[in-house]
């Protein structure tokens, strides 16, 4: 019981009034328009890259020197050119397709010795051991070496992309199933699953946010190295992609053009993390749950 003061004067009962809502009365208040705009992701990123270019545009009109820094205006124009008379366009499509061979090569190799490493201690050790040894040197530096194995052409570019993308894909990997709660691992094992279907269908689930930020770490890794690696190997053999275009334009003086080159690899990049990436994240870790 809760005891009361019989010398406190009596309490006068108070009285508020609720408002009452109508049919028509606003619950919640209405988004402005371009309050509505500007939660959009894409157009404040299209703002930004029409900032730089306006930067870029300002930069190269005062500096007054299209041998050094041409505007935006005169890289669009040489950007536009190249692309109407294919040149551009098949050196594009040069690079994505050794790049997507080294790629998915540089995938498979990581996927293998990431299994190898979460089923068994001796490729525990394996994968710690070759990724301390390996993954600290850059790819470039292996370039003497692939000249020497492989010779000028395909197969030097694989390897080098291939180095580029396998060491951090497999650490991320590794971590990701690492990092894979006990409840999941149990509930893996009550079912009596065998080792592969154990790191399918628990393991590799459960890690894939991991798993896709090594594959996009990896593709940008393979991306720059792929165009470091035309520069030399492109004018060495007679072909190349992106960078043989970059390169060769830069020996004939043709500057805004290799920043069309340049322009040409910075689209495509964002069009892998904008398009390509955001489309499987919203198909796996978004429609999971397991990222806002």
């Given at each position: 019981m809760t005891a009361t003061n019989p010398f406190a004067p009596p309490r006068e009962d108070q009285f508020f009034e609720v408002p009452v809502f109508g049919e028509n009365a606003d619950v919640e208040r209405p988004i402005p328009f371009w309050e509505r705009l500007w939660n959009k992701g894409w157009l404040r990123k299209c703002l930004i890259i029409a900032a730089l270019a306006a930067l870029w545009q300002a930069y190269g009109v005062f500096s007054d020197n299209s041998l050094l820094f041409p505007t935006f205006t005169d890289t669009m124009e040489a950007f536009r050119d190249n692309i109407a008379n294919g040149v551009l366009l098949a050196r594009a499509w040069t690079s994505v397709r050794v790049l997507l061979m080294g790629y998915a090569l540089g995938i498979v190799l990581a996927t293998v010795l990431s299994v190898l490493a979460i089923t068994t201690r001796i490729g525990n050790d394996f994968l710690e051991t070759l990724t301390s040894m390996f993954n600290p040197l850059p790819a470039i530096a292996l370039l003497p070496l692939a000249l020497l194995w492989f010779g000028l052409?395909?197969?030097?570019?694989?390897?080098?992309?291939?180095?580029?993308?396998?060491?951090?894909?497999?650490?991320?990997?590794?971590a990701g199933f690492l990092g894979v709660s006990q409840t999941m691992r149990m509930v893996g094992r009550n079912y009596g699953l065998g080792k592969l279907s154990y790191v399918m269908k628990i393991l590799v689930p459960a890690a894939f946010p991991s798993?896709?930020?090594?594959?996009?770490v990896g593709w940008a890794f393979a991306w720059r190295t792929l165009i470091a690696a035309e520069l030399v190997f492109g004018v060495s053999s007679g072909q190349g992609g992106l960078g043989w275009f970059i390169f060769e334009n830069k020996n004939q003086l043709e500057i805004p053009s290799v920043f069309a080159g340049l322009f040409s690899v910075i689209l495509i990049g964002l069009a892998m993390e904008n398009i390509v990436f955001r489309k499987i994240e919203e198909k796996t870790v978004r429609r999971w749950g397991m990222q806002h």
């Open positions: 052409g395909l197969g030097s570019l694989i390897f080098v992309l291939v180095h580029s993308v396998l060491w951090v894909m497999a650490l991320n990997m590794h798993i896709l930020t090594g594959m996009k």
